[in-house]
Structures are given as C-alpha cells and as structure tokens.
C-alpha cells in the first residue's frame, strides 16, 4: 500500500532531522534530488542538460530555499539557471548565497526557459496564488516541476480555490501528501525524494496494483459456484431496465460464483446475461451472501419497502443510487444494521445523505459521515474516497475521467457487491471495485491498449472491459 501524511505528520518527522543534522543539511539533501530529477527532465524533453535553462519561481519559505539550492547544483551540471524572487527581502539567504556562488542570476522576467521551477509556497501556504505570483505563473509556457506541490493547492486536501500551478511533475520530499492524490491533475506526475524521515502510521493509504491483484477473489480447486459468493442484484424498473442489466452484468463479470436478479427486468437481464438465476420478487430469490440495491429502482413506495426489506437483512449489502436518495428520507435504516453496509453516493446523494455539501476536504467528510452512520462510504469522484466506520480511508486516483458517464455506477456496484459476496470487507471491496472499474473505463477508452490516449465511451463498452481489467490487476500479483 502507499501510504498519504498530513502536513503536520511530515513537520513532527522531520524536527528530529532537523535538530540532529547540521544546520540546512536536510533542505541539502532534497534539493539534491529535486536537481536530479529536473536534470532527468531535461534530458526526457530536450535531448541534454548543458546550456539548457531553466528559471525559478522563488518565495518566501523554505520552498524556496529548496529551490534555489538545486539551481545551485543545477548549474554545476552546465544548466543556465535564473531566479524570479516573489518577494526578495524573505528570500532564503543561505540558498541564494548558494545560487549567486554557483553563477545563477536573479531575473525580473521569465526568459524563455525549457523548464519552469515552482518554489512559490510549500505545505505550509493557504490559499489561492496572490495576485503577482498568478501573473507570474500565467506567462509559463513550459513544463513546470513543483516543489513539494503546485503552490496554490492545499496540502491537506487537495482543494483548489483560485489561481494554482498546474505542474508536469511534483517533488516531494520525505512523504506523500494528501494533495498528491486528491489533486493529481494538477500535480501531474509524482516523484518522492527519500530524504530520512521516520514516519508513522498515513493518515491514509492507496492500494498499488498488486495489492488489488492479490485481494481479488480467484477460485481454487475445492470451491464452486456457491463458496465462491452468491451476490443478489435489485436493480432497474420497467422505466430504467438498463440499470439492472448493467449492475447485474458487471457482477457476473467480476466472478467465477454465482448472481441472482431480482426485479421486473429480468428478461432483459436473461437475454444479455443467461447464467444469473433471475426472479420477479426479492421473496423469490433465494439466499446470497451479498445484496446490491438501488441503481434505476425507483423511489416510489414500493422501492422504499423493498429497500427496507433488504437491509433487515443480515447480510452485507451495498446501497447505490434511488437506494441513497430514499435512505436519505430515513438515515436510521442504516444505522439500526449490524451486518456490514456500504453507500457508494456522488456529491449530490452525499449532501442529501449528510444534510450538507461535500465541502473542500473530501477525505474528513467522508469519515464523518461513515462514522454517522455506522456503515463504510465510498465517496465517488476523480479520487474516490472511501471510509468504513472507525475512520480508515482508501483512495483510488481514477488516472482519468473517462467513468463520469451515464450508467457506469450501475457498473461500479455490481462489481462491489459481487466482491462484498466474496468475503471481501466493505473497504477492502469497494477499493479494490473502484480500481477495477476505474482501468476498466480506461481501457475501454483507449481501445483495450494500456497507456495509450482515449475516446469518450458509455457505459456498455466499459462494462466489457471489466474483464481485461481485472486480468491486468492480477498479472500484478503474479508478477
């Protein structure tokens, strides 16, 4: 797993260094890797480190410390170096000793640089950019590497509130930080410098894909259709029959066991789907191990009581949309459940569900409403945020956004629910379901290629690249 520290975990680790090291050796040591990687940028994007140039954007703190040490070591490597100073009364004096020393030149304008080097403001700053930083940064028209993180983005949440840096690459230094996945767009690609820090538990974690290669559920040679989990759909209507064969069908796609419909679209699901045991009731139904609910059911009366019949249920279940907004008319329904429940909402059902809006710290509010409610959270987005009930998170960076289509959380929750049938926890299931799902639409928007730029797609060819995708986790695994 990776693991994401707060600001002020990375500050408390880093104090003892700091007290026991001479004074500005660890600013040193991350400089030297920051100028490391901006050589290797270099290279990467223009053939060669000598006579290239490259201008820093310096502030105040030790951001921008960090980066004019690197311009010193940038330009012993023949790099033709210049420093915009934001504010040059505040400048770190020992780092621009340095630079001055190393033949770097402090500059009223950009130049033409190959590479843009943000030093601005580090984990420590709040806010958007001020008004002379933005101007700065709005003449970039190169590739910026950030220092820590694209100043003007939160450190702790990722929010952006007005004017940010939009980095190629961020450098970070002894940790990842939250801003590092709950803002990945504008952090672009991530490289972290060891720089010695003792850390302790994350405030929370991702899973890499071998971690979800090696949770997915694989049948061994005493198992059969019912050990390996029996998951339940109730999905779809005589209005949205699309929803039920969506669901049902990104269930069976994420198993080897075995899936029971139950609702009014049961030919349509039969005749995409021959191998699930379909019924008209959920009396009729029989015993599963998991129960998936919501997605086009409705939200008249009669999908009211069905949902309340599921959830006096004891198994696990996972409530997906008409099941949100019609718990969100009686919250209590969840909380009264001592068999483990999950809510997969997007930011509207969750301010339906917690009576506010998500607000910019997606991971806290999150937790919160878990914890509220007795049942874990999977909190969908670019970065899906997931919390069960005693506050540990799991976040799955989508690397896209080709999921945000009509019918492809029909698809999330299938394959969630046929997971949570496995044995899978809550948590565990709706991680490892959201990464799944997350490379599943990738691939179905690159044509099945990994790595290779998409296409818009719906949600039907999505659904047929559960499959590859879940093929791709497990070569992780194996590996």
Known sequence: ?????????VRDAEAPLLSSLPEGALMRRAAYGLAQVIVDELRSRTGGVVHRTVALLVGSGDNGGDGLWAGAFLRKRGVVVRAILLDPARAHQKGLDAFLRAGGRVAADLGEPDLVVDGIVGISGRGALRPDAAAMVAQVRCPIVAVDLPSGVDANTGAVCGPAVTAAVTVTFGALKP?????????????????????GEPDFQSLEPSDVGALWPVPGPGDDKYSQGVVGVIAGSDRYPGAGVLCTGAAVTSTSGLVRFAGPGAAEVLSRF??????????EAGRVQAWVVGPGMGIDAGA????????????????DADGLTLLAQDPDLVRRRTAPTLLTPHAGEFARLAGREVGADRVSATRELASDLGASVLLKGHTTVIADRVGRVLVNDAGGSWASTAGSGDVLSGVIGALLASGLTPLEAAAVGARAHALAANLAAAGG???????????????????????????????
Do not use: K, W
């Open 1 to 9: 797993m990776r693991g994401y520290f707060t600001a002020d975990q």
């Open 179 to 199: 801003v590092h996945v709950l803002a990945s767009p504008q952090c672009g690609r991530v490289e972290l410098i060891d720089i010695g820090l003792d850390l």
């Open 274 to 283: 021959p191998e699930v045991v379909a019924s008209s009731t959920f009396e």
């Open 304 to 319: 009211a009581a069905l949902l309340e019949l599921v959830l006096a249920t004891d198994v696990p279940v996972v409530i």
């Open 449 to 479: 290629m990994v790595d290779v730029a998409g296409a818009p797609i719906s949600a039907s060819p999505l659904l047929g690249r559960v499959r590859d995708a879940v093929r791709v986790l497990r070569s992780f695994a194996r590996d």
